[in-house]
């Protein structure tokens, strides 16, 4: 697939078909997700595949905040993957000290890179993808067991896009860039 066209052809899918996902397909996900770019190369990303439809039901039904457009786009994919980081490590020296101002801004920031690249490896082979910010992290990191010491950063679901959705329209190229020259 071409990169122009994967970076333009992939939509956040909402409507999957009924077609399973599989753990290998997942692992060959993150196998390619795990490329990503990352503060001093950290990698503090984790990835938590739900591909039971009980867990996966679970999730929908109490961690959701209620959001219930949320509930029904994690019941109708195959698998949610909980993207989580390792905490006060991006952004942070070893002794625990901000490297910059911005504090643990690095940490989300390496989330959001590992979280696209997971969603283009996953559209490049076929897959649907919806990243999800509307969720009950201390409600979700207890039914999943998240380690302490790790933050949920999104949810993503996966599975067989059921439907072609329109690109939402964009800002034009000239309202967003501000070449000095
Ligand atoms: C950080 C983030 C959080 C999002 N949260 C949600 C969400 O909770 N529910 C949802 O349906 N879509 C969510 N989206 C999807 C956006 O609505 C979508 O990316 C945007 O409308 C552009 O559409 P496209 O992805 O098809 O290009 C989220 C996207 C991002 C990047």
């Known amino acids: 697939m071409e990169l122009e066209q994967a970076l333009t052809g992939r939509r956040s899918i909402r409507q999957y078909t009924d077609a399973p996902v599989t753990a290998e397909q997942i692992r060959e996900i993150v196998d390619l997700a795990r490329f990503a770019p990352t503060w001093k190369n950290t990698q503090t990303a984790r990835y938590h595949a739900a591909l039971d439809p009980a867990v996966k039901e679970q999730i929908a039904a109490e961690g959701t905040m209620q959001f219930s457009k949320n509930s029904?786009?994690?019941r109708s994919a195959a698998a949610l993957v909980v993207l989580t980081t390792v905490d006060g490590i991006a952004g942070y020296e070893p002794d625990g000290t901000?490297?910059?101002?911005?504090?643990d801004h690095w940490q989300s920031?390496?989330?959001?890179?590992?979280?696209?690249?997971?969603c283009l490896a996953a559209y490049g082979k076929g897959l649907g993808t919806l990243i999800m910010g509307i969720f009950d992290e201390a409600k979700i990191a207890e039914i999943l067991h998240i380690?302490?010491?790790?933050?949920?950063?999104?949810?993503i679901a996966v599975g067989y896009p059921a439907v072609d959705p329109a690109a939402p329209k964009r800002r034009e190229t000239g309202e967003i860039l501000e070449i000095i020259g």
């Open 72 to 74: 029904s786009n994690i």
């Open 98 to 103: 901000p490297t910059t101002p911005k504090g």
């Open 109 to 118: 920031f390496d989330a959001g890179i590992a979280c696209q690249t997971f």
């Open 147 to 155: 380690p302490a010491g790790e933050r949920i950063s999104a949810l």
